[in-house]
């Protein structure tokens, strides 16, 4: 009996190969495609996998989930990786292993596969994750391993086996799409002094071609739950990211260049677009400092978005850390009710108004008209004692 392998397929050049390649070393070779909203075609991607070899092939539009179960998370723990990376490929990795997980046991694969490179990553994003869920499942990874050192060398197996590629040759950049942004690396990226040409940007619009006048964008959010655009409901939340990516995509938002501490040891330097995520970002932040204690918001703010966006960069989505998180960030996100309203203008991003049901806000103890209820003399206590260690300690001192 043959062998049989779940495949991580894209439909590019690297996994098209991967295909005959498997199959060549005797494997049945089925091909998983997520939609996670990357914009591509994917009609075409079952016939392409068959004319490469594939037994079957599989195509899945797994958007809502991605945005529902994954993006959701991951906004409201604020994780940005390095301050500053949203996450936008990492998030998908362990969804498409839990796919390929299901898959390898409705089909009785013992084995799946990713296109990772060894210096990448994914491939530990990939195998943690689908260990995680099937310990007992054996994950291959053909690029690690194979005789191809050059892109030419891979067209030129793409040809002599009739697969159909329409790349012949090498593009500039590599790049990583799906609805919560944009990844882009290589070419001349990998010079991190040079500024990204612009047409390494695929979704944001340059700041300087952005429109003159600044637009005006309201997110209404029920729980921590972006349920709104501009007054307009949205039943899929995936559905309001990608409208929220084009509305501030159009004023160049979004985009992030940066240097980053890979996995493997390395730095590597990317840019990212992220549009959608990095305005509701911006919302959620202000919606949760409104409604939260100033000790929880401290403690969540000093502890809770870097570890997050840790553990979600480094692979370790199907953790008991990662659920645990989740809990903390869902119970401040019951709070998270009400409107942010922001500016978006050539690149920027800024909260100017936000309003909730449950604000600690109160206006007759923050204003500084007659209407002030705030106890004075009581300021003058409470600075007493607040100062005093240290006015023990300048006694100390002196």
């Keep these: 009996m043959a062998k049989r392998v779940v495949l991580a397929y894209s439909g590019g050049l ?40 594939a037994v079957e092939a599989i195509v899945e539009d797994i958007k809502e989930e991605f945005a529902r179960d994954f993006c959701l998370p991951t906004l409201r723990a604020l994780a940005l990786y390095e301050g500053k990376y949203p996450l936008t490929a990492s998030l998908s990795r362990p969804l498409i292993s839990k796919k390929l997980v299901h ?22 994003r990939f ?47 590599s790049i990583d799409r799906n609805l919560w942004g944009v990844s882009v690396e290589c070419g001349p990226l990998e010079d991190p002094w040079q500024e990204p ?13 952005a429109p003159n006048e600044p637009e005006y964008v309201t997110i209404g959010f029920e729980e921590g739950v972006p349920r709104s655009l501009n007054g307009a409901e949205y039943r899929l939340l995936s559905d309001l990211i990608l409208e929220l990516n084009e509305i501030a995509g159009r004023h160049g938002v979004g985009r992030i260049d940066m240097v980053e501490n890979r996995l493997v040891g390395i730095k590597s330097r990317e840019i990212y677009e992220a549009p959608g995520a990095l305005v509701l970002y911006e919302a959620y932040r202000d919606i949760l400092s409104l409604v939260t204690d100033r000790f929880t918001f401290h403690y969540f703010m000093n502890h809770v978005p870097h570890e997050y966006a840790k553990l979600v960069y480094e692979g370790l989505w199907f953790t008991p850390l990662r659920e645990a998180l989740d809990a903390f960030t869902g119970r401040l996100a019951r709070d998270a009710s009400g409107e942010v309203r922001l500016k978006l203008y050539k690149g ?23 209407e002030d209820a705030f106890d004075h003399i009581a ?16 006694k100390r001192r002196s």
Aim: charged share 30%.
């Design 197 to 209: 040409p612009e047409d390494a940007y695929q979704i944001t619009t340059s700041p300087e071609r």
């Design 379 to 394: 300021g003058k206590h409470f600075t007493k004692v607040w100062g005093l260690p240290l006015k023990v300690l300048g």
């Design 103 to 124: 898959y390898a046991d409705k089909f009785r694969a013992d084995y799946v596969a990713h296109g990772s490179t060894g210096k990448g990553n994914d491939q530990v």
């Design 348 to 370: 920027s991003v800024s909260v100017v108004g936000r309003r909730s049901p449950n604000s600690l806000y109160e206006e007759d103890l923050a204003t500084y008209t007659e």
């Design 127 to 173: 195998e943690l994750s689908v260990w995680a869920l099937n310990p007992d499942i054996e994950v291959l990874a053909p690029v690690r391993e194979w005789e191809f050192k050059a892109r030419e060398e891979q067209v030129e197996y793409a040809k002599k086996h009739g697969i159909p590629v329409k790349a012949t040759k090498e593009k500039p950049y």
């Design 14 to 53: 690297d996994t098209s190969v991967i295909v005959r390649w498997l199959t060549d070393k005797g494997y049945e070779v089925i091909t998983y495609t997520a939609d996670v909203g990357q914009g591509e075609e994917l009609a075409e991607i079952p016939d392409k996998a068959r004319a490469a070899g």
